[in-house]
């Protein structure tokens, strides 16, 4: 099989011939059909994750079709369209996994990144990790929803009941989380790069009722931000931005160094808080939720030899929405 690999921490993704993997008992072989480039993958590539140790199949937002089932697999089961996100695996038995918070397990093990991930004609994943996709999405437009959409979920509602939400950072999660929020009849304030006016005009078009660079004031105090851009300075901005006991959700994998701030910016029981991977629970919320909305996805492919043109795209900031690879078949 073809596929995409990191051999190292800041190199290129090399185009390599593979043997397809064989499902192991608790496994499904999957044949993808597309998956979405997400910013934690630039993150792996780009050294700013420690490098496991082994070449890495980047992707984690996975579409694809169960074409064999492992001995103790019961569903899904062959011919199955499935999703495969982030969170691969986890222990089972410690007390995060006990209490829903597999996210945190310290043997967790995630897609694309510890695991084979979807930059491949085929991979492998716990059956137990996939989730059922609605009918109503499309493959390409079902993947960015694998983690953009279930981080963006999970970050809303850490915000609680907050009615003026900002967004820093408005890429692929944010498009997302800023149409569940406006049909929570919330306030949607996008952040985007300074100059980049295009991407106010993206925002405004999914109905944010303000939009400007992240250097700049929002005309009222917001009651909560959400931080999908990597940019450690970018809490200091939403702090002064949020009004008192407001919270400020640092919703990367990655973010560079916070810088020092005045305690008065904290001051007045605003909060820090930050969110880590997902949950299995999360999927299956988000994609209960997402057809109702309805959720849709703004989406640019790029075929999979071409995935380093897709991260570089990334990288520059170029792309209103999400990229995908498409992987014909």
């Known amino acids: 099989m073809k596929a995409m690999v990191l051999q190292g921490p800041g190199q290129a993704l090399v185009a390599v011939e593979l043997p397809r993997p064989r499902p192991a008992a608790h496994q499904v072989l999957v044949r993808v059909r597309a998956c979405g480039v997400c910013r934690t993958d630039l993150h792996i590539v780009d050294g700013e994750l420690p490098f496991p140790g082994h070449p890495v199949i980047p992707g984690h937002e996975i579409v694809g079709i169960v074409e064999e089932a492992g001995t103790q697999v019961r569903n899904p089961r062959p011919g199955t369209r499935v999703g495969i996100p982030w969170l691969g695996g986890s222990c089972g038995s410690c007390r995060f996994c006990a209490g829903g918070r597999e996210n945190l397990c310290d043997q967790a093990r995630f897609t694309g990144y510890d695991l084979p991930g979807g930059y491949a004609e085929y991979t492998v994943a716990e059956a137990s990790s996939c989730l059922a996709i609605p009918a109503v999405y499309g493959d390409i437009e079902a993947a960015p929803l694998l983690c953009a959409g279930l981080i963006g979920l999970r970050s809303l509602r850490m915000t609680g009941d907050a009615r003026r939400i900002g967004i820093y950072g408005f890429g692929a999660a944010a498009h997302i989380v800023t149409q569940i929020a406006l049909f929570q009849n919330r306030e949607v304030y996008a952040f985007g790069r300074p100059g980049k006016t295009a991407t106010a005009d993206f925002a405004r078009k999914l109905g944010a009722c303000w939009a400007g660079g992240s250097d700049e004031t929002p005309p009222h105090p917001l009651d909560a931000a ?104």
């Open 226 to 329: 959400i931080i999908f851009a990597p940019a450690g300075e970018l809490v200091l901005r939403a702090l002064r931005a949020v009004d008192r006991g407001g919270i400020v959700v640092c919703a990367g994998i990655h973010m560079s160094d916070i810088p020092g701030f005045p305690y008065r910016d904290l001051w007045g029981e605003r909060r820090i808080v930050s969110v880590a991977n997902l949950t299995r629970q999360d999927g299956i919320d988000f994609f209960a939720l997402a057809p109702e909305v309805p959720v849709t996805t703004t989406v640019t492919t790029f075929p999979l030899g071409d995935a380093n043109a897709a991260l570089d795209a990334i990288r520059q900031g170029r792309l209103h929405g999400a990229a995908v690879l498409t992987i014909p078949g």
